[in-house]
């Protein structure tokens, strides 16, 4: 009985975290939700109800909030929502010194392009940016991470962001230089937030085709099975 058991819990993998594609695709909405989404909206709502300073020190205080909230109940700050503190930081400082909105609009161009470049960079390295971000929506052990398979994987989704971001940049410039500034967060923000979303539900899909093929994913069968397995009296 003990080897049933054992053989049981290899076939379900001993380094799985036993997340489903429902739980991490909720990790992903989730830091999308608190980093990009709820942002945009609140920027843009703050510039047709008052004005630029007001909206870019609104959503600074939203992210500052969404990340004490998260350190005070005790749950994981994603590696997103730090990336998008930082940016957002100098962001607003950058737009309180210069006292352009224009300056405001015009550093994510920047910040997309030295972003992407990093993305793209460490596809020369052992270990790609998404391999470094990938534990906080699917936590692995070591020695899953170094799986071949899961390897390329990372430096297949490092590719995929690093363009996506790369193209992001390039439609913000675009759309800056062509609309007003009330139309341009609008329509930025939708483009952006499409984009992304598109981008993200692409990664969970592929994602879950690679662990699935990898065995990372835990049948809830073999779970309820394995939990009633009685205990071997040897």
Same mark, same amino acid.
């Given at each position: 009985?003990?080897?049933s058991?054992v053989?049981?819990?290899?076939a379900c993998?001993?380094?799985?975290?036993g997340?489903?594609?429902?739980q991490v695709?909720?990790?992903?909405?989730?830091s999308?939700?608190?980093?990009?989404i709820?942002?945009a909206?609140?920027?843009?709502?703050?510039?047709?109800?008052?004005?630029v300073?007001?909206?870019?020190?609104?959503?600074?205080a939203?992210?500052?909030?969404?990340m004490g909230?998260?350190?005070?109940?005790?749950?994981?700050?994603?590696?997103l929502?730090?990336?998008?503190?930082a940016?957002?930081?100098i962001k607003?400082?950058?737009?309180? !010194?210069?006292g352009?909105?224009?300056?405001?609009?015009?550093?994510?161009?920047?910040?997309?392009?030295?972003?992407?470049? !990093?993305?793209?960079?460490?596809?020369?390295?052992?270990r790609?940016?998404?391999?470094r971000?990938?534990?906080?929506?699917?936590?692995?052990s070591v020695?899953?991470a170094?799986?071949?398979?899961?390897?390329?994987?990372?430096w297949r989704?490092?590719l995929l962001?690093?363009?996506?971001?790369?193209?992001?940049g390039?439609?913000?410039?675009?759309?800056?230089?062509?609309?007003s500034?009330?139309?341009?967060?609008?329509?930025?923000?939708?483009?952006?937030?499409?984009?992304?979303l598109?981008?993200?539900?692409?990664?969970?899909?592929?994602?879950?085709?690679?662990?699935?093929?990898?065995?990372?994913l835990?049948?809830?069968?073999?779970?309820?099975?394995?939990?009633?397995?009685?205990?071997?009296?040897?």
């Amino acid at each position: 009985m003990e080897e049933s058991r054992v053989a049981g819990r290899v076939a379900c993998g001993p380094h799985t975290p036993g997340l489903g594609l429902l739980q991490v695709a909720l990790r992903i909405l989730s830091s999308l939700m608190l980093a990009v989404i709820i942002p945009a909206t609140l920027l843009w709502a703050m510039i047709e109800l008052f004005n630029v300073t007001t909206a870019v020190l609104v959503c600074l205080a939203w992210m500052v909030l969404a990340m004490g909230w998260r350190y005070a109940t005790r749950r994981p700050v994603s590696g997103l929502l730090l990336l998008s503190l930082a940016i957002l930081t100098i962001k607003t400082a950058f737009t309180l !010194i210069s006292g352009s909105s224009f300056v405001y609009f015009v550093q994510p161009v920047f910040g997309d392009l030295a972003v992407s470049t !990093i993305f793209l960079g460490s596809l020369w390295t052992s270990r790609p940016i998404i391999a470094r971000l990938a534990p906080d929506f699917y936590p692995m052990s070591v020695a899953v991470a170094d799986r071949p398979e899961i390897r390329a994987h990372f430096w297949r989704l490092t590719l995929l962001w690093g363009l996506v971001i790369l193209v992001k940049g390039g439609i913000t410039l675009w759309l800056l230089e062509s609309l007003s500034t009330a139309n341009f967060v609008l329509l930025k923000g939708g483009a952006i937030i499409t984009l992304t979303l598109t981008a993200a539900v692409v990664t969970i899909a592929w994602s879950y085709v690679v662990v699935r093929q990898q065995g990372l994913l835990r049948s809830p069968v073999a779970d309820d099975a394995t939990a009633h397995w009685p205990e071997s009296s040897g």
